[in-house]
């Protein structure tokens, strides 16, 4: 894969404090990255400095050479504006010099694509968190950006939406485009994303492979059996598990490799499977690369003996 990008020794300081601090990292054509970390570890300063609109206090950033890169960002939200989502994007793809005959395409593609037809030409100002995303990736891919930043693209959608998001980014990855995506939420790591960056304060602390940072946890709820008795099935195992009484039915949170077993023997035990799903939740890798790092911060500032 060809080299879209090198970050060298990157550093964004606000006065004495590092936004982000020594960054050194590579984008690839056609990687898909997401970024963690905690509210200010620096993953939008990091995506502020890709999409151009912040400069690096020191270090550099270097495109590939030869030809330009069209860049696509959408920020973290996008507020009610006084625009229907058609004069926005007009404006935005104008912007961004897109011809007006192109621009009128694409923009009606994407809407079409993003189910967003029926609410073209209404006021943005009512519209819901979850619409206001759509609109806003939208924008971010006018022009058919080679490298798509996305900061928070799930940030408090609801389930339905962040499915239907999760499956359009998957389709714009397998199309060539490259996506760097901050994100808390472990199902865009879970689905998509083939390489995961932890940031703490400011520092790239490690880089994994999905399936290293997540772990999947089966939630059964069923009915006919106990508290007591489900909790005497899990006792012999050696994963962690929660049981949850909830009134007319109990919920069990197993570890994946557990949950087959433990339906069957739920089944046996006479209970009644009322439903079945996996979650995806953070692993401690990520907490513990962060808590490392956090140590050696306080020892490079001398606060431990």
């Known amino acids: 894969m060809s080299i879209l990008a090198t970050m060298r020794s990157v550093s964004k300081r606000y006065k004495n404090v590092a936004a982000l601090d020594d960054f050194t990292f590579t984008i690839k054509q056609g990687d898909w990255i997401t970024i963690v970390g905690k509210n200010g570890s620096g993953k939008s300063t990091l995506l502020l400095l890709l999409a151009g609109l912040l400069s690096p206090s ?3 950033i270097e495109w590939r050479s030869g030809a330009s890169i069209h860049v696509g960002y959408a920020p973290d939200r996008l507020p009610q504006l006084n625009f229907t989502p058609r004069q ?3 404006h935005m793809g104008l912007m961004q010099g897109v011809q007006r005959d192109e621009l009128r395409r694409e923009i009606d593609f994407r809407l079409e694509q993003f189910a967003l037809m029926h609410a073209a030409d209404r006021d943005m100002r009512g519209f819901s968190k979850g619409m206001l995303q759509k609109v806003n990736l939208t924008q971010a891919l006018l022009g058919r950006p080679e490298l798509l930043l996305l900061d928070e693209p799930l940030g408090g959608v609801d389930v339905d939406t962040q499915a239907s998001m999760i499956k359009l980014l998957s389709e714009l990855s397998e199309q060539g485009i490259t996506i760097l995506a901050s994100s808390h939420e472990p199902e865009l790591v879970q689905q998509a994303a083939r390489q995961v960056l932890v940031l703490d304060h400011g520092r790239l602390v490690a880089q994994y492979d999905p399936q290293r940072v997540l772990r999947t946890t089966q939630q059964i709820v069923c009915t006919g059996i106990s508290t007591l008795e489900a909790e005497s099935l899990l006792a012999s195992e050696q994963t962690e598990w929660m049981v949850i009484n909830q009134g007319d039915h109990i919920r ?3 570890e994946k490799e557990a949950g087959d077993r433990l339906l069957l023997n ?12 996996q979650d995806a939740q953070w692993s ?6 962060a808590n490392t790092a956090a140590i050696c911060r306080r020892e490079e500032e001398g606060t431990i003996l």
């Open 58 to 60: 020191s270090g550099s």
């Open 88 to 90: 926005y994007l007009q």
């Open 252 to 254: 069990v949170s197993v």
């Open 266 to 277: 739920l089944i046996q035990s006479g209970a009644s499977i009322v439903s079945v799903h």
């Open 284 to 289: 401690d890798d990520i907490f513990d690369a």
